[in-house]
C-alpha cells in the first residue's frame, strides 16, 4: 500500500485533494475520466467508474479505426444471418 500526506483545498465553493500523476497512471485515470467516490467505514474509496461502450465505440476499439473505416475494410464480416424460420414459440 502506498500512502502520502497531501491537503485539502478550496476550489471554487467546493474543497478538492490533488492526486500524483503516478497513483493516477497507476489506475489508468485521465481527465475527464468518470469515478465513483464512495464513503466506507470513514474511508474515502475512488474507482473508475466503468462506462458501458456502444456498438459503434466497440467496433472502432476492435480494429482500432473509425467505425466507417472498419465497416468498410470489414464489410463481409458485418452482414446479417439468416437463421431459418423461427421453430418453437419465438416471437418476430
Known sequence: MTTITTTISKW??????????PFLESLDLKDNDVVDVVLN???IIIQKKYQHKNLK???EEFY????E???????YKFEEV???????????
Not at 471554487?12 to 500523476?21: E, M, Y
Not at 439468416?82 to 418476430?92: A, F, L, M, N, R
Request: charged share 30%; glycine share 10%; net charge negative.
Open 12 to 21: 471554487g465553493t467546493s474543497q478538492a485533494i490533488r492526486l500524483p500523476k
Open 41 to 43: 467505514d470513514n474511508k
Open 57 to 59: 465505440q466497440r467496433v
Open 64 to 67: 482500432g479505426t473509425d467505425f
Open 82 to 92: 439468416d437463421w431459418g424460420q423461427p421453430v418453437g414459440e419465438e416471437t418476430w
Open 69 to 75: 473505416t472498419a465497416v468498410k475494410e470489414n464489410s
